[in-house]
């Protein structure tokens, strides 16, 4: 890894660091990786970190590198961006659902590397209670060691009322186990007001949430009702979504782009396989 290269992640480091309250509170939201080598990197002196460390710290604070993909505004991305600032600007609450491959994930990321007070955090089936709790209190820069979940629980709240407009962003939120998911209401009902919340999932949740509501099951008319009774669903990508993408990646043969967007419809512009894509055409021309 060369200097201009280092210097690049320093800067985007830099920017990291500003979103949290303190260097101690950023270099905690960071998986491996130390206090001390986030204060090394910032201050230039990075003789004896290596490599690896570079590309980890790099990976978590959203270094571009080149020939990186590159992102395209589309219409869900729009949407996204429109129920996040939302969301932290009046402390709402709103569960977002779009089709896999629609750039769910992709969005939510990059509104909390540009927003100061957002936190993204990845839900998954296999989850505890405290590895949920946990996750948060980490992303938010918390130390946790010797901490009980409740705890963490308000160690987490008082931090986020701290926090000016801050929003949490829960991506593949319909994976959690029924145990974890009740966390949500906890969650609000001490956050009501106070902090902005965003799940991101597919469109399985609507038939879960049809599925809880119709046999009464715990939690969830409490969660229907906090999200407003109803979803915010994405508009599908469409081939003009496809057409910018292509464009914006090296692609400017229009015959070459119509085999992209030809190919991306046939698994309803997933955009995982208009990348795939991309990629295939640019190998060809190799």
Not at 39 to 60: C, F, P, T, Y
Not at 119 to 147: H, N, P, V
Not at 198 to 204: A, G, H, N
Request: aromatic content about 10%.
């Amino acid at each position: 890894m060369n200097e201009k290269q280092k210097e690049q992640i320093r800067e985007a480091l830099r920017l990291y660091v500003m979103k949290y309250p303190s260097q101690n509170k950023a270099a905690a939201s960071l998986d491996g990786t130390s206090a001390g080598t986030v204060s090394s990197v910032l201050s230039g002196k990075w003789e004896n970190i290596s490599d690896d460390m570079w590309r980890k710290i790099a990976s978590q604070v959203g270094t571009a590198t080149p020939g990186a993909w590159q992102m395209v505004e589309t219409t869900a991305a729009k949407e996204m961006a429109y129920a996040m600032t939302d969301a932290q600007e009046w402390k709402n609450v709103t569960w977002v659902v779009g089709e896999a491959g629609c750039g769910k994930t992709t969005a939510a990321k990059l509104y909390e590397r540009e927003h100061s007070g957002a936190y993204y955090i990845l839900c998954s089936e296999d989850m505890k209670r405290s590895d949920f709790i946990r996750d948060i209190a980490k992303k938010i820069g918390l130390r946790t060691d010797g901490m009980t979940i409740r705890d963490m629980l308000d160690a987490i709240i008082g931090q986020l009322i701290q926090t000016e407009s801050p929003v949490l962003l829960f991506d593949e939120a319909d994976k959690l186990t029924e145990r974890v998911f009740h966390y949500f209401i906890d969650l609000y009902n001490r956050l009501e007001d106070k902090c902005g919340i965003v799940f991101f999932s597919t469109s399985y949740i609507k038939r879960r949430m049809k599925m809880g509501l119709r046999y009464d099951k715990k939690g969830y008319n409490e969660i229907h009702s906090r999200i407003g009774r109803k979803f915010f669903e994405l508009e599908q990508t469409s081939p003009n979504d496809v057409y910018a993408i292509c464009v914006a990646n090296g692609l400017t043969d229009r015959k070459k782009i119509a085999e992209v967007v030809k190919d991306a419809e046939q698994y309803d512009f997933d955009l995982r396989r208009v990348k795939k894509g991309v990629h295939r055409v640019k190998q060809m021309d190799a």
